[in-house]
C-alpha cells in the first residue's frame, strides 16, 4: 500500500494548460514527491514521483536541475523515449535523472540558470548564493553584507531568488540578521529584497518574502507569510495584486497570469501568528492562478491527498511531459548519443521492434495489446529468451493464471537459472492458492540468486499468510532492497533489536494508513525497550497515534530533526525485532483512542451501522477488494438499522444513490483519520472492505464485519472467521460463496434485528 497522492481542479486550469502548451513541475518536500502536472482531455493528470526533500527548480532547454535534501539531481530531456514510459502515445518529453552532485544537507531553497548556463542556488543554511563547484560540494559567490561568517544556523533564511537579463539579481531574506537561527525572532515583519548588485535593500518589512522574479519590466514575489502575490514597479512602492488562501511559495508566468504555489501551513511554532494563520481558517494546498491584470483568481488545482505543502512551481514548455525516477528500466535502455556515433550503430536485434512494441503496450497497461505483440513475437522468434520471459510476466499481470505457468515453464526452459522467472511462477502458485508450489518456486529461485530481494519478499509474504511469523518477518525485511520500498533516509543507526534502553527511538511510517494503525499495537511493548519513542507519520494519522499507548511524541513531515533520537525503525520491522508469534496476538486491544479534542456530529438511530465498499485505487488489488455501492446497498433494504457512509471521496451519483437508500452520508466529516474515528466510536457496527476503516474499527475494539475478496492481505490468513490481529472483527470469505452477492445476502441475515 503506498501514501495517497491527488488532486482536483478547475475546468479553466485545464484550459490554461491547454492553451498554453505547457505543464508544470511542482515540488513538495513535506510530501517527498516531484509532481507533473498535465493537461489529458478535459482535465488534469498529475503524476507524482517520489524525490528525497525535492526544493528548488532550475530549468533550460531540455534540462531542468532540482535540488535534494543533500544533493542537486539533473534531468535531460529524451523525448523518443517518451511513449515508452507508460504515460501514454501522447507523452512529448521525457525527463531522465543524468547527474546528481552531492552538495551536503545545505537546505537548498530556490535555484536558476544563468545566460549562460551556470546553474545558481540558495544556500539556506549557509546565507549565501553558490553555483556547482565540481572539486568542491558548492562554491559561495555572494552572502548579505550583514552576514560576518559561514556556518549551518540558517542565520538570515535566505531563500528566493530571481534573475533579470540572464544573470542573479535579487534575492529574498526573512530577517536580516547574524545571529544562528535569528530571522525566527521578527518572521512578520523582518523580511527583506536585496539586489545582490548593490547590496541594496529594495523592500523591507515584510511576512516572511519568498520567488522574487523580474517579468515585464517589474518585479514580483510572494509575501508567504500574508498569502499575498505582490508587485513594485520601477519607481514605485510594492502593491499587494492578490490574496491567496494559502502560504505561497513558487512563482512562474503563463502569459499575464501568475502561476504560484500554496500550503496548508501548519499551527507550529514557525508559522504560528502569521497574518495569515489569521485571515484563514481553511488554508489551501496546491497552485493557483492569477490575472496579473486585475488580480483575479481565475482557475486552481487542490492537492487532496498528503500533499500540504508546496515548495516550488515551474512552467515547463510541452504539452504532456514524463519524468522517470532512478529505478526505471527505461534508463539502462536509453542513450543520448552524437550524431556521429548514431551514424555508426550495429543492426539492432531483429526481435527489439516487437519487444519495444510490446513493452511500450505493457507498461500502458493494454495488457490486451502487450500479449499479441509477445504472441507475435514468440511466432516469429521461437527461442528468443527475453521475449519469451516477458510474454510470461505479462500473462501474469493479466491473472491469466494456467497460460502463464506453461509460458513461464517454457521461459525457463530456455534460460534455466532465470531467478525472475522462478520467482513469477512462485507468484502464479501463490494467487492460484497451491502454497507448496508456491513456496519450491521462491526457494528455487533463491537458489539461483540469494540475494533476489523480490523473492525473498514472495516468500516472506507467503510465511506471514501461513502464520509462520518468525521466519516471515525477517523474509519480509527484504522488501527494503526491492525498487517499490524507498528507505528511510537518515545519519542515525537503525535499531537491530540491540538494548536500547538509554536511548530515544524514532518509529518511522511506512506502506499505508490501514497498516500502520494495525502494526502500532506494538508501539506500548516497544516503548518498554526504550528511553523514549517517537513516532514519526503522516499527518492524517498524528493526531491518533499520539493517542497510544508508549509514544511520547508524534512528528509529521517538515517538523523533525535528528537531534531528536539516537536510534530509528520501520514501523512494520518492529515485529521482527519483538519476536511476534500468531500465539501472542493481539498483543494491545483498543488501542486506538479518541482524541479528546476532536469534535464531530452526533449520530442517531438505536442500531447504528456504518458501511465501507471500496479503498484506495492506488491499491495493488482494489479492484479484486473492492465492492460496488450497488451490491453493497443491498443489504441496506428491510433492515431496521441507521445506516452510514464511511467512505470517501463520493461521486455525485454515488451520493445521489446513498440519499435513495436512506443512508447518511458522512463524507464532509471524514477527512482526518481522529475525525473518523469519532464517528466510528458511535456506531455499533461496521460493516467494511479490506481497508484502513477495517484496521481503524478493529483497532478501537468496535464490532467490525471485513468483507474479504478472492486473495486477501497475508494478515488475515487463507481461512477462519476470526483475526488473531482484532478480536472483535469478523471475517467474510469470498472465496467461501460464488460471488459478492451471495456474500452479502449472507451478511444481511446476521444483522441484528
Known sequence: MSEHFSSQSTESFQQLLTLGQCNLLVTTYQAGQLVMVRPQQKGINTHFMAFERPMGIAKRANEFAVGGAASITTFRNLAAVG???????????????????????????????????????????????????????FKPVWRPPFITAYDLTDRCHLNGLGFRDGLPRYVTMLGATDEPGGWRNNKISGGQIMDINTDDVLVDGLCMPHSPRWYKDTLWFLSSGSGQLMKMELGKSPEVVAELPGFCRGLDFIDRYAIIGLSQVRESAVFAGLPLTKRVDDRQSGVWVVDTTNGEVVAFLVFTGNVQEVFEVKVLPHRFAAILDQQSPFLAQSYELSSEVLSNLAPVDPAQG?????????????????????QQGVKQFLDHPQLNHQYGLCLVDAKKWQPAIVQLEKALTINPDNAETMNSLGIVHMHLGDDVHAMDWFDQSLEKDSQFAMAHMNKGVLLLKQKQYKAGWKEYAWRWQTPQFVPFQCQKPQWQGEDISDKVLLVHSEQGMGDQMMFWQFLPKLAERCQKLIYFGPETLAPL?????????????????????????????????LSVEVDQLPMARNYIKVPKQ??????????????SWTGSPAHHNNTARSVSLDEMLKIVDGVDASFY????????????????????????????????????????????????????AGAMGKKTWVLLGDHPDWRWHGEGLESEWYPTVKLFRKKDYANWQQLLVDVKKQIPH
Not at 530556490?110 to 565540481?134: A, H, P, R, V
Not at 512494441?357 to 493494454?366: F, K, P, Q, Y
Request: charged share 25%; aromatic share 6%; net charge negative.
Open 83 to 137: 511513449p515508452k514510459t507508460g504515460q501514454g502515445d501522447q507523452v512529448d518529453a521525457c525527463y531522465l535523472p543524468r547527474k546528481n552532485h552531492i552538495t551536503g544537507a545545505i537546505d537548498i531553497h530556490e535555484m536558476g540558470y544563468d545566460k549562460s548556463d551556470k546553474l545558481w542556488f540558495i544556500n539556506t543554511k549557509m546565507s549565501c548564493l553558490c553555483i556547482l563547484d565540481q572539486d568542491h560540494s
Open 645 to 696: 457512509s464511511l467512505q470517501m471521496p463520493l461521486s455525485a451519483e454515488e451520493r445521489e444513490q446513498l440519499q435513495q437508500a436512506g443512508v447518511t452520508d458522512l463524507e464532509a466529516e471524514l477527512p482526518g483519520f481522529a475525525r473518523t474515528a469519532a464517528l466510528v466510536d458511535q456506531l455499533d457496527l461496521v460493516i467494511t472492505i479490506d481497508s484502513a476503516t477495517a484496521h481503524l
Open 354 to 374: 516487437i519487444i519495444d512494441e510490446a513493452t511500450r503496450a505493457h507498461v500502458n497497461g493494454d495488457l490486451d495489446a502487450a500479449l499479441e505483440f509477445y
Open 598 to 611: 476532536v469534535v464531530v456530529s452526533e449520530l442517531s438511530g438505536d442500531f447504528k451501522i456504518g458501511l
Open 545 to 577: 497515534v499520539a493517542e497510544v499507548d508508549g509514544v511520547a511524541e508524534s512528528r509529521i513531515p517538515g517538523s523533525l530533526s535528528s537531534d531528536l533520537f539516537d536510534v530509528y525503525v520501520p514501523l512494520m520491522d518492529v515485529a521482527m525485532h
